[in-house]
């Protein structure tokens, strides 16, 4: 069965950073197209970063010059630096991945950004 777990969430003030990261397992990570996704509370999921297998990216507008996505085939994991982050930022951070009709998710992890 195919896993995708995060972690490296948790509470964080404003203007500082976390790390997220995303180890897969059971499938052959390097062919997938991953990415990050976030959702707040009474909002709809929406995409952060995405990478394709050939490692071109792609941020969301809000994210772009403080977020940045990088991959480790070796170790069949992706990673979210996350810098200068603002409470708006606040929301569970999924890792997908995805490839053809597959499409795999994570359990998601708890970003939250307050003083």
């Known amino acids: 069965q195919v896993q995708l777990v995060e972690s490296g969430g948790g509470l964080v003030q404003p203007g500082g950073s976390l790390r997220l990261s995303c180890a897969a397992s059971?499938?052959?990570?390097?062919?997938?197209?991953m990415g990050w996704y976030r959702q707040a509370p009474g909002k709809q999921r929406e995409l952060v970063a995405a990478?394709?297998?050939?490692?071109?990216?792609d941020y969301a507008d809000s994210v772009k010059g403080r977020f940045t996505l990088s991959r480790d085939n070796a170790k069949n994991t992706l990673f979210l630096q996350m810098n200068s982050l603002k409470p708006e930022d606040t929301a569970v951070y999924y890792c997908?991945?995805?490839?053809?009709?597959?499409?795999?998710w994570g359990q998601g992890t708890q970003v939250t950004v307050s003083s």
């Open positions: 997908k991945a995805e490839t053809g009709p597959r499409t795999y």
């Open positions: 059971r499938i052959i990570f390097s062919i997938y197209s």
């Open positions: 990478i394709t297998s050939s490692g071109s990216t």
